[in-house]
């Protein structure tokens, strides 16, 4: 069984900065991507950005500049640097894993950008 545990949501202000990260565990045959979605109210779940086992990187187009992700492969966790944070950026924000037969999903971490 595969569990990812995510962390580092929380609130901040406008302009600042979160670390997310997401540590993957449990019996993980290779890893093709492991990456992040957000999901704001009313909205539907879209691709923040992911990162292969390359270290190839892909991000939504609106956030390239303010977000960075990054893995650990021996520790199987990836991490979302976050910055200059607007209102807009508020949503759930969701660890993605897929492997070669499989995807899991994360429980989830909010973040809400509010001064």
């Known amino acids: 069984q595969v569990q990812l545990v995510e962390s580092g949501g929380g609130l901040v202000q406008p302009g600042g900065s979160l670390r997310l990260s997401c540590a993957a565990s449990?019996?993980?045959?290779?890893?093709?991507?492991m990456g992040w979605y957000r999901q704001a109210p009313g909205k539907e779940r879209e691709l923040v950005a992911d990162?292969?086992?390359?270290?190839?990187?892909h991000y939504a187009d609106s956030l390239k500049g303010r977000y960075t992700i990054s893995r650990d492969n021996a520790k199987n966790t990836v991490y979302l640097q976050m910055n200059s944070l607007k209102p807009e950026d508020t949503a759930v924000y969701y660890c993605?894993?897929?492997?070669?037969?499989?995807?899991?999903w994360g429980q989830g971490t909010q973040v809400t950008v509010s001064s």
């Open positions: 993605k894993l897929v492997t070669a037969f499989n995807s899991y």
């Open positions: 449990g019996i993980i045959f290779t890893i093709k991507t």
């Open positions: 990162i292969n086992s390359t270290g190839n990187t």
